[in-house]
Each structure stands twice: as C-alpha cells, then as structure tokens.
C-alpha cells in the first residue's frame, strides 16, 4: 500500500511499513533508552520484575529486528549508575536477567557474528555476572561485522570524567601531547571507534537523555514514543526508522537543495 505524507501509520501492516524504508538511508548506530517497564507492570496489577521479564522479550525481538535490516550497530541502556538507588531485590533481578540474556545470546552473537560490547563501570557489577559479561565480550570480541553494545552502571557524565583522567596520566607520562582534539579525546571514551548514534529512541513518553552517551550524541536524531518499552516490537523500531528517515540531518550545514545566498 503506497503511503502519503498526510497519512497515519495505523493501518499500515509490518510488511507495507517495511517496504516504506529506504534500505540506503537506514541508521549505522540505534541507541536505545529503555524505559517503562515498571509503568507496564503496575498498569497490569504486576510487580515491577515482571515489566522487567516482558522487557528482556522486548529486547531480543528487537535487536533480531535490527539484526534482520541489517543495522550493524545496536546500544541498550540495561542499567545507569543512577539504577543502584533501587530496591536490592529489583537490581538483583535485573542482574538475573542480564545473565539469562547473555545465556540465551551467546550462541547467536556466534552465528551473526555479533561482538558484544560492555561499557561502563563494569567492576561495580555482582562477581559472578562479571565473569559472564567478560566472558561473551571476550569469546566475541574478534567480530566485526555488527556490535551489540551494552551500556551496564553506565553514566555519560563519569565516561567523560573517566576519559579525562587516563588522558591527564597520558599526558604526564609523555604518551599523549598536552594539546588535544575532539578526534584523540574520543580514543578516551569507552566507545572509542565506533560511530555515534544516528538515532537514539527512547520509550514510555520521557523526553530526557538520563546520562546516555553525553558525548556520542552531540548529532544524534532524538525519537521520543509513549509506547512503554515491554510493548516496543518489530512494529516500533519500523515506525521509528520511518521517522528517521523523513528527517534532513544537516550537521549545521543548510538545508539540501539550499544554496548559500538563497537563504540570506
Ligand atoms: C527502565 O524502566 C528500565 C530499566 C531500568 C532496565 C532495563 C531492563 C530491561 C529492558 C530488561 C533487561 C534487559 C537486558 C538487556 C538484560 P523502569 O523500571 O524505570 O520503568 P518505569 O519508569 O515505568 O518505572
């Protein structure tokens, strides 16, 4: 079904969504923020933990989403810094569904060829969800054709700082020249060679950033939907590639088409 500007998505199927996309300018980098499942849980009359279960389903369709477009580069944010105010027994049942994720991953990062990439302040983790997450990030780490990246008691805030004090000791035991751009600053970070984002979605209605990536995300296209995250499906991330890719990513430059003297 050919779709016009004017009209909604809603009676769209998958199927006519995706033949909207257009497979050249779709995103290199999704990062996503994942959030409302303790919303979906309680609208349910549910604990929290199950909006936490319905998530991890979440998660799995969609990077098989991602990987089935072939969208080399997918970040979630699992779990922020700030995440270590919650109660004991919902860190400690999230850190049980990192690892199932993990377990039921494995294999499949094998056969997409997928490295899986950690960042964040890893040590702060539970010992033996530790072992498991150097585990899979060691065993996939030669991969290089996609990347699922994991952000885990992340912060954009203490990255940065992070990276500012490796560079600091750099720069006094002579390996790093006291002067330094954008391009060798980003050797710092935990991201270090790999592209921004082009697309950062974030669910449940929230428009804030949380501490994602604070640097990564400088030109990156913002996506905001009320659909709570254990509800964000296949029909999601196509309605959010859509909206992608209706917009004119200029990086400060003039609208294409526009010439200099026709705007002054
Ligand atoms: C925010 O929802 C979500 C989280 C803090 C954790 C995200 C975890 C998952 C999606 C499941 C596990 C995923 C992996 C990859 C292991 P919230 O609890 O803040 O929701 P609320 O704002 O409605 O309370």
Redesign the pocket.
């Known amino acids: 079904m050919p779709l016009h500007s004017t009209q909604s998505f809603a009676e769209f199927t998958e199927d006519d969504l995706f033949s909207q996309l257009d497979q050249e300018t779709l995103p290199r980098h999704v990062a996503m923020i ?7 849980a309680s609208q349910r009359g549910l604990p ?1 933990i199950a ?2 279960r319905e ?2 389903i ?2 799995r369709e969609v990077l098989n989403t991602y990987y089935l477009l072939g969208i080399p580069i997918v970040t ?1 944010y ?3 810094q700030e ?1 270590w105010k919650r109660p004991q027994a919902e860190i400690a049942l ?1 850190m049980t ?2 690892q199932e ?1 993990l377990l039921q991953e494995r294999q499949t990062f094998h056969e997409r060829k997928t490295r899986f990439f950690p960042i964040g302040l890893l040590h702060e983790l539970p010992a033996s969800t530790q072992d498991l997450v150097h585990a899979v990030a060691q065993e996939t780490a030669h991969f290089t054709e996609r990347t699922v990246m ?1 952000a885990l008691s992340y912060g954009g805030r203490s990255e940065i700082v992070d990276a500012t004090n490796r560079l600091i000791d750099d720069i006094q035991g002579g390996r790093a020249s006291k002067r330094v751009d954008e391009v060798q600053f980003e050797q710092y970070l935990s991201t270090a060679g790999l592209p921004d984002p082009d697309l950062l979605i974030r669910t ?1 209605g929230e428009a804030r950033i949380s501490n994602f990536l604070l640097w990564q995300i400088a030109y990156t296209e913002l996506y905001f939907t009320n659909t ?2 254990p509800d964000f499906r296949r029909r999601d991330v196509l309605l959010a590639l859509l909206d992608y890719q209706k917009r004119d990513r200029r990086f400060g430059r003039l609208p294409h088409g526009v010439s200099p003297q026709n705007r002054l």
């Open positions: 994942m959030d409302g499942n303790g919303r979906w929290r909006g936490h998530g991890l979440a998660v979630v699992a779990f922020s995440n999230l569904l990192l994720f994991i449940s709570l995250w």
